[in-house]
């Protein structure tokens, strides 16, 4: 009898395993709700992906309303319990540009969250959906005045500055309407993380943020985030709520947030100890990881919570320090499981492809991997063009008992990068008009979309208590030729 490693493919990379089961969910990928019906079609609460192709036709963002409330509350309530004896507990800012329209940051509000914004139009959705300004907070490494307006116009709860022109921009604007506006300094501390390492460097060469490295200015021994910590007490417009640093994103380990957070903590104490100040507030960013392919292995939230707890508890005592209220802003974490996309397979091909080199003396032996094509692609998910980023695949409207055979899910844009999935082993009698799932897809990948080629971008549907709405309708014809001003226009 055949096992599941006789059908592994020369061409697959080494992390990728042939499934057991091709007809299983693995977890971690899939939301809670997910499952499959006697028919062998992927249910969410019951309802199965046919009769959502049905109502909502493809592609398709399906998320569970369920499971983005449940993760959510879960961030909330681990950071909450690991941080009750320090700060009395977290504000956890759900990072909008993730995935966000008006249903989602109800949502966010309703489960006691926060939300985080980068431009004017963010904070449009989130007036839309009533959140209070003091609820907000707006991001951005180029903020216009117009948004600077706009928030200083919704009081919110925290602008993070990102440099020292910005710092005067705001001062100017808050104090030029008689006000003053609450501010958090954005600090680069010299820690990338990345999936399961991270590195330490003292010089930052990238957009964002203040740099901590001693020689960052013109004068000797001061950086840029003391200037502009000197500076902001300076204002009698800016209140100077504290210090705020996001080291990356898809982020595994702890270790990366405790060293940011420890280079914090002491730059903080630092500070007030020199300028007789008090900054109430430190956040920590986002950036958890979580599971696109079988082999990420996301931690548990508490995990997360009580490493980063025991960090700033020994920090500030080591410091002599009253610890910082701290606030987190985990994006993809929270909705990125939340969401599968929903296609329907078009053609199918196979080609032929030389032996890997590290097959020593196997010229001239080619191994076939199959091209499966689907009705969306790059512009429902651009994370695999933009970041190689890795997915997984499974078909979604039936059980197969077919040999597994390496594929590769393709759009159906012009460009050959435009990869969906770059490999997954999938059933061999995958057919056209069959659906195929790819999980994972809540965060970064509707909120990326684009209309190249001028395919209508997807609806998202909810799904909650076996039921299922609309949240963002699909783009029609008419909608991709609305701004088109027409030929006779003049
Ligand atoms: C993108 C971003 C986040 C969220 O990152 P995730 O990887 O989605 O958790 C949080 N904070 C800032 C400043 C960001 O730019």
């Known amino acids: ?25 693995q977890e971690p990928m899939w939301a809670s709700g997910v499952g499959k019906n006697d028919a062998g079609e992927i249910t969410v609460e019951g309802l199965s992906v046919s009769e959502l192709k049905e109502r909502f036709g493809t592609p398709l963002f399906v998320m569970s309303e369920s499971d983005f409330r449940s993760r959510a509350r879960a961030f909330k309530d681990a950071f909450d319990a690991a941080f009750a004896d320090i700060c009395g507990g977290v504000d956890v800012y759900y990072a909008g540009k993730s995935f966000l329209c008006t249903a989602v940051a109800s949502w966010v509000a309703e489960e006691g969250l926060r939300l985080d914004t980068c431009s004017g139009g963010e904070l449009a959705v989130a007036a839309r959906a009533g959140i209070e300004g003091s609820n907000l907070g707006l991001h951005g490494n180029n903020k216009s005045d117009a948004e600077i307006n706009r928030a200083l116009d919704m009081s919110l709860g925290r602008i993070v500055v990102d440099s020292i022109d910005e710092l005067e921009r705001v001062a100017k604007i808050a104090s030029s309407r008689g006000e003053v506006a609450k501010v958090m300094l954005r600090l680069t501390p010299g820690v990338h993380a990345h999936t399961h ?10 957009k964002f943020g203040l740099s901590m490295a001693e020689d960052s200015t013109e004068e000797a021994g001061l950086s840029a985030a003391e ?42 104490a630092a500070m007030q100890a020199k300028y007789s100040i008090v900054m109430p507030e430190l956040d920590l960013g986002g950036g ?63 080609v032929r492809v030389d032996a890997p080199e590290s097959e020593d003396g196997q010229k001239n032996v080619t191994y076939p991997r199959r091209y499966v094509s689907v009705d969306g692609g790059m512009s429902d998910n651009a994370r695999p063009v933009l970041y190689d980023a890795d997915y997984s695949a499974i ?13 590769r899910v393709v759009g159906k844009h012009c460009e050959s990068g435009d990869i969906v ?29 684009s209309n190249y080629n001028y395919l209508a971008r997807p609806g998202v549907v909810a799904v909650r208590d076996g039921a299922a709405r609309l949240i963002v309708r699909g783009e029609t014809e008419e909608d991709l030729l609305n701004r088109d001003m027409g030929v006779a226009n003049v």
């Open 227 to 268: 200037e502009a910590v000197a500076a902001a007490t300076s204002y009698a417009s800016i209140e100077l709520l504290g210090l705020h640093c996001h080291i990356g994103s898809q982020i595994f380990e702890p270790d990366g947030f405790a060293v940011a957070a420890e280079k914090l903590l002491g730059f903080l």
């Open 197 to 206: 390492e991270f590195i330490a460097t003292a010089h930052e060469d990238q």
């Open 288 to 350: 958890y990881g979580i599971a696109y392919t079988p082999v990420d292995t996301p931690r548990p939230p508490a995990e997360i919570a009580e490493a980063m707890a025991a960090v700033v508890r020994s920090k500030c005592a080591e410091l002599g320090i009253t610890p910082p209220r701290i606030s987190i802003e985990p994006g993809r974490a929270i909705v990125g499981s939340t969401t599968f996309t929903l296609y329907e397979v078009g053609t199918l091909k196979t």
């Open 1 to 25: 009898m055949n096992t599941a490693a006789d059908h592994a493919s020369p061409l697959a990379p080494e992390w990728l395993a042939v499934p057991a089961d091709l007809n299983a969910l």
């Open 421 to 449: 999935v770059r490999d997954v082993y999938l059933p061999a009698d995958v057919a056209a008009g069959d659906l195929l799932a790819v999980p994972g897809t809540g965060a970064y990948c509707w909120a990326l979309s």
């Open 395 to 407: 078909l979604a409207s039936r059980d197969s008992d077919a040999t597994p055979q390496l594929s």
